[in-house]
């Protein structure tokens, strides 16, 4: 009979909970799926008498991680600590050099050492795998390294921190301010320890890079995805850009182009009726475009106890099946270095401007786009009472360059009141 695959999980936070009560109450099925029975050697965590609502009696308790991860009796060394290094990097690069097989649902860990932990992972012939790491339940890693291997993927668009798109959900449907539905996100507990993780974009982007990887063959480059947080999208411009027929999201991009690679995680607007529009609450969605299957939309939830258990447990599944699949989809050595794109591929950008209302201001603003080479496409100004105007301009494609130039020479028109709002417009 085949040997059980005995594991060692270290994290017992929600993730960590999850894992357990699927192993325990689907033991059949899972042995059923994955050819033999899996089984728990050993846990930890950093508090051991924590309530938890699972029993924990059947197994060994290791308080220090690194030993879970070095213990004989395990094959499998599950990841749920969390953190780009400290015990979450010790344990696992201990559980690689012991030859275990490592699950992890650590997305910071992977974008800041995920070519280290790769290499390490094949020098022991051991496999690393993440599905955990990348919009929770949705198993876009699986989708992009297994389902879509014979395709060049041409761009990767994904919505992929829910308590961000949660909060911008607000705003647009209660009329809340950034800082309510904020307060709001966190009385849910949807905000991470430091939930400049979640609104800095700095979460979705160590997503985002991941996909990068596999998707470009390229090794993980986070420092080089653009970053922008949702923290100055106003409810102004959330209504404006509806009127206009558009949703704010805080979008991840990646793309590999003429310049270069190009990775960007910022607030952008996308068309209202587009799948990606229409993602409203806690929801992730990752949108891939290869050139054999065009696009693929995957929809579903990026957090939370059973969905990204789901997403451990399918890793753990193929690994009592033997299916051994390279970190990033292709043995380390092969992925490049990426050249970072060094400017952003053209787009239309949404502005809104407060004018002050008199003659000629228009024409002033106008003339600055003209002059950067900026192309207007439409254009409103909305009714008001004070002195100033407040307007709204989408423009066609520019660069980046383009509009930068324009907006500082705003500044110089003596028209125009305020910062300038840009926001890029994806067309998905
Ligand atoms: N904090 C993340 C989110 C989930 O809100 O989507 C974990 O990455």
Redesign the pocket.
Known sequence: MTEPLRLGIAGLGTVGVGVLKIIRQKAALLEARGGRQITISAVGARNRSKERGVPLDGYDWEDDPVELAKRDDIDVFVELIGGSDGPAKASTEAALRAGKDVVSAN?ALLAHHGQALAELAEANGSVLRFEAAVA?GIPVVKALTEGLAGNDIQRIMGV?????N?ILTRMESAGLTYDEAFAEADGLG???ADPT??VGGI??GH?LSLLSAIAFGTQVDFDAVELEGIGRVSIEDIRQAADMGYKVKLLGVCQMTGRGLEQRMSPCLVPATSPLGQLDG?T?MVVIEGDQVGQIVMRGA??GEGP?ASAVIGDVLDIARGTRVSTFGQPSDRLTKPKPASTATPAPYYLRLMLLDKPGALAKVAAVLGEAGVSINRMRQRSHDQNTAPVLIVTHKTTRAALDNALAAMVGTGVVEGEPVALRIEHV
């Open positions: 997305k929770g992929m921190n829910g308590t961000c949660y949807y905000l991470e993780l979640d979460d979705a997503k806690g992730n990026g957090a990204t």
